[in-house]
């Protein structure tokens, strides 16, 4: 079943499906590795070691390993094909992992000379630790659900001599379940007080499912992940997409808003601004005089004897405009290079030049500096 958005905030990430396998349909032995051997050659050692143990070739053989990096044995464990129903393995597929109910604990992690009994509906498991990296051996013995008291004391008794050495016995009295791990591509299962976690090599090597089964399963899965994150990507990539177009829109309406505001307030900006302007313009009249006179006067000091002053008006408090004429046009910009190098002139322009019958005519503009005019009584001392 489907888990809404809701639920799962409610119930958090769920554990991964893995199908645990009766322990009776299987036979587990413990196999030699070579020392330093690499994954692909310890693989290739615990298949050959399974060939020699089982009278069935691994083709018709459920199977799997536990085997841990540098160690020199490894746990291998298998079962006929034939003794799993059709009903059994149809679940398989929609499995994350599927494995014994023993390797649940195989990587439990104990203290040498350490027996761990797992009880089960049809049976007793003894898994032995003696030191070494995983474990030393394990066994399954069968109990009738009507075995008497003292026949499964005498199974017990029975697998704690096969297990050999214990210093340390741990009963277990619950199966193991999966559990949420706390790290990507490791699966985690608890038994009671007791956790058992296997890496994600070691699962893929226990899984007994066929090998190259599985491996098509798991590329079609590396697929189905690619193709969800893909579309997880789009549809971030739409929400963005969707964010940003709210964000227009709303900018937009801001935009109007602002846009209408602005119009509401131009009168009134307008006439504050006319209001500003006159009383500049009053300040300037009653704070300044404009002196035409002196401007004039100024202007003509460095006149040459060619060119001759048709009539001056003022623009403004420092502007002076002058229709002039001249019967020397060179004299007219060597006039204006002159009145440019003076330092009461903040600009000098000639426009609208023409010339007829060897008369140049011509307006000769000039702006003084702020305050470098004064009237003839403040110049007197």
């Given at each position: 079943m489907t888990l809404s958005l809701s639920q799962l905030l409610k119930?958090?990430?769920?554990?991964?499906?893995?199908?645990?396998?009766?322990?009776?349909?299987?036979?587990?032995?413990?196999?030699?590795?070579?020392?330093?051997?690499?994954?692909?050659?310890?693989?290739?050692?615990?298949?050959?070691?399974?060939?020699?143990?089982?009278?069935?070739?691994?083709?018709?053989?459920?199977?799997?390993?536990?085997?841990?990096?540098?160690?020199?044995?490894?746990?291998?464990?298998?079962?006929?094909?034939?003794r799993f129903t059709t009903d059994q393995t149809s679940v398989w597929p929609d499995a994350e992992l599927v494995l014994p109910q023993f390797a649940a604990l195989i990587g439990c992690a104990m203290e040498p000379a350490t027996t761990l009994l797992a009880p089960s509906p049809d049976g007793l498991t003894a898994v032995h630790w003696d030191g070494g990296p995983g474990p030393a051996g394990i066994w399954f013995r069968p109990i009738a659900p009507e075995a008497t008291a003292e026949e499964r004391a005498a199974v017990r008794e029975e697998l704690l001599r096969a297990a050999g050495e214990c210093r340390r016995l741990v009963e277990l009295t619950e199966a193991p379940v999966a559990e949420v791990s706390r790290f990507e591509h490791e699966f985690t299962f608890r038994a009671g007080a007791h956790e058992a976690r296997l890496s994600g090599p070691q699962a893929a090597l226990a899984d007994v499912r066929d090998k190259d089964e599985l491996a098509a399963l798991r590329r079609s899965r590396a697929r189905a992940v690619l193709l969800w994150r893909t579309f997880l990507g789009a549809a971030a990539a739409l929400v963005l997409l969707g964010l940003g177009e709210a964000a227009l829109i709303g900018g937009g309406l801001w935009q109007k808003t602002r846009l209408a505001r602005v119009v509401a307030q131009r009168p009134v900006v307008e006439k504050i601004e006319t209001a500003q302007n006159l009383a500049t313009r009053i300040n300037e009249l009653s704070t300044k005089r404009l002196l035409p006179f002196e401007m004039l006067s100024a202007v003509t000091a460095a006149k040459p004897e060619e060119v001759t002053?048709?009539?001056?008006?003022?623009?403004?408090?420092?502007?002076?405009?002058?229709?002039?004429?001249?019967?020397?046009?060179?004299?007219?910009?060597?006039?204006?290079?002159?009145?440019?190098?003076?330092?009461?002139?903040?600009?000098?322009?000639?426009?609208?030049?023409?010339?007829?019958?060897?008369?140049?005519?011509?307006?000769?503009?000039?702006?003084?500096?702020?305050?470098?005019?004064?009237?003839?009584?403040?110049?007197?001392?």
């Open positions: 119930t958090g990430v769920p554990p991964p499906k893995v199908v645990l396998l009766p322990d009776r349909l299987f036979f587990g032995r413990v196999v030699p590795i070579t020392a330093g051997a690499t994954p692909a050659e310890a693989a290739e050692q615990a298949l050959l070691a399974l060939e020699a143990l089982s009278p069935f070739p691994p083709q018709q053989l459920y199977h799997g390993f536990f085997w841990s990096p540098g160690a020199e044995r490894a746990l291998v464990f298998a079962s006929y094909r034939r002053f048709l009539r001056a008006s003022t623009d403004g408090l420092y502007t002076l405009t002058i229709d002039a004429q001249s019967v020397a046009p060179a004299a007219v910009s060597g006039y204006q290079a002159a009145l440019s190098k003076l330092p009461l002139f903040e600009h000098v322009e000639i426009r609208d030049q023409r010339t007829r019958e060897n008369i140049m005519a011509f307006t000769l503009a000039v702006t003084f500096r702020a305050g470098a005019v004064k009237s003839a009584a403040a110049a007197t001392p």
